[in-house]
Antibody, heavy 120, light 107 residues
Framework: EVQLVESGGGLVKPGGSLRLSCAASGFTFNYAWMSWVRQAPGKGLEWVGRIKSKASGGTIDYAAPVKGRFAISRDDSKNTLYLQMSSLQPDDTAVYFCAWEAEVATLHHWGQGTLVTVSS | DIQMTQSPSSLSASVGDRVTITCQAS??????LNWYQQKPGKAPNLLIYAASNLKTGVPSRFSGSGSGTDFTFTISSLQPEDIATYYCQQYDNLPLTFGQGTRLEIK
């Protein structure tokens, strides 16, 4: 069974940093393309970025609002995806989901999400 | 970025009704369009991929159609468990973009 479990969310002050993790199981993680998607309270879904598998070149792409502030990485030995967030602002407040692109750019499996609140 | 416009934003229907949601892309995306269902407090769940393909295990009352810029998502006979918000998502180009969502309620 595919499982994606996010962790690391919490309350952070504006300008602060936070690292989210996504522990994966039930599929071959090192071949997986993985995305982060966020959802602000009461709002719709917003793609944050994606990392390809190393076999596919390991390319990382970001949405414009987070480029230069957020960094996606992976540790295939630990089957874990990361999202390092810095220079956080109140409009980064959201539930952050990791998702597996079982087919390119199609988010077949999602984690349960972790809430990040940016507030003073 | 490719803009995805869903309509309606909200919809109230009765059990057994046929429900249709539309999604329009700001440019031609071929059939690179997915549909997701999100129930309150839960993660989204993929229902339809590549515009018209039903994900394994998804009930056959759900269907999708369209290509180019205009797409349709249909529930043939609404069930109480279908209460959710539905999103379209294009994957023709990065960034991946979603429609604003359609909130479906039972009348």
């Amino acid at each position: 069974e595919v499982q994606l479990v996010e962790s690391g969310g919490g309350l952070v002050k504006p300008g602060g940093s936070l690292r989210l993790s996504c522990a994966a199981s039930g599929f071959t993680f090192n071949y997986a393309w993985m995305s982060w998607v966020r959802q602000a309270p009461g709002k719709g879904l917003e793609w944050v970025g994606r990392i390809k598998s190393k076999a596919s070149g390991g390319t990382i792409d970001y949405a414009a609002p987070v480029k230069g502030r957020f960094a996606i990485s992976r540790d295939d030995s630990k089957n874990t995806l990361y999202l390092q967030m810095s220079s956080l602002q109140p409009d980064d407040t959201a539930v952050y989901f990791c998702a597996w692109e079982a087919e390119v750019a199609t988010l077949h499996h999602w984690g349960q999400g972790t809430l990040v609140t940016v507030s003073s | 970025d490719i803009q995805m416009t869903q309509s309606p934003s909200s919809l109230s229907a009765s059990v057994g009704d046929r429900v249709t949601i539309t999604c329009q892309a700001s440019q031609d995306i071929s059939n690179y369009l997915n549909w997701y269902q999100q129930k309150p407090g839960k993660a989204p769940n993929l229902l339809i991929y590549a515009a018209s393909n039903l994900k394994t295990g998804v009930p056959s009352r759900f269907s999708g159609s369209g290509s180019g810029t205009d797409f349709t998502f249909t529930i043939s006979s609404l069930q109480p468990e279908d209460i959710a918000t539905y999103y379209c998502q294009q994957y023709d180009n990065l960034p991946l973009t979603f429609g604003q969502g359609t909130r479906l309620e039972i009348k």
